[in-house]
């Protein structure tokens, strides 16, 4: 069962823009969000989480928006920079343990 | 501050064989979870270690296991390979078990094709 879902495979955005990549989830119990991205041949790299408490974390040029009732959550990149071009997955962790991912959404920057 | 570490970088089994990958946490970190990568997909949780004892473990057979050992690096253990292990094998490093705050450290993986 997909628990963390990325609905958007891939996501084109021109550079200076605003990229904005969703995240939708099933599991209620789930508390903490966080954002990774992962260039190829290299390991996901933290970037930016929430905790269930707060609807709104920001960091730089990298927002996280969450929507408790709605199960959503969405990370904000402003401006966009042809470097921010990654794969970006969202996860989610209730246990303390483990993190649930998503798919992953393909973002490409243009220049 | 060094961060995680895996070996090797690749790896190439036949079916029936067995693996072992390994890791280094990150500097302070003392807790270790690992995770498969398939083609295409979000990565798996496989098991965490924590002390040199498992806390937690997905839905993943018996014939995956781990150890962690006193200096919190660890080790991924896979025998009966199948055709279907072939994955990004990633490794991760956390502060400690039990915080919300739960953010691991990724190494860069180890990718394991089974022919």
């Known amino acids: 069962d997909q628990q963390v879902k990325q609905n958007s495979p891939s996501l084109s955005v021109q550079e200076g823009r605003i990229s904005i990549l969703n995240c939708d989830y099933t599991?209620?119990?789930?508390?903490?969000f966080l954002w990774y991205k992962k260039y190829p041949a290299e390991g996901p790299t933290f970037l930016i989480s929430?905790?269930?408490?707060?609807d709104k974390n920001e960091d730089g040029r990298f927002t996280v928006f969450l929507n408790k009732s709605a199960k959503h959550l969405s990370l904000h990149i402003v401006p966009s920079q042809p470097g921010d071009s990654a794969v970006y997955f969202c996860?989610?962790?209730?246990?303390?343990?483990?993190?649930?991912f998503g798919a992953g959404t393909i973002l490409r920057v243009k220049s | 501050e060094t961060g995680v570490t895996q070996s090797p970088t690749h790896l190439i089994k036949t079916r029936g064989q067995q693996v072992t990958l390994r890791c280094s946490s990150q500097s302070g970190h003392n807790t270790v979870s690992w995770y498969q990568q398939a083609l295409g997909q979000g990565p798996q949780f496989i098991f965490q270690y924590y002390r040199e004892e498992e806390n937690g473990r997905g839905n993943f057979p018996p014939r995956f296991s781990g150890l962690q050992f006193p200096n919190y690096s660890s080790e991924l253990n896979v025998n009966a390979l199948e055709l279907d292990d072939s994955a990004l094998y990633l490794c991760?490093?956390?502060?400690?078990?039990?915080?919300?705050?739960?953010?691991?450290?990724f190494g860069a993986g180890t990718r394991l094709s089974v022919l």
């Open positions: 996860a989610a962790s209730a246990s303390r343990n483990k993190l649930v």
């Open positions: 991760a490093s956390s502060e400690a078990v039990g915080l919300t705050k739960n953010i691991q450290y």
């Open positions: 599991n209620s119990m789930f508390d903490y």
């Open positions: 929430i905790s269930s408490i707060k």
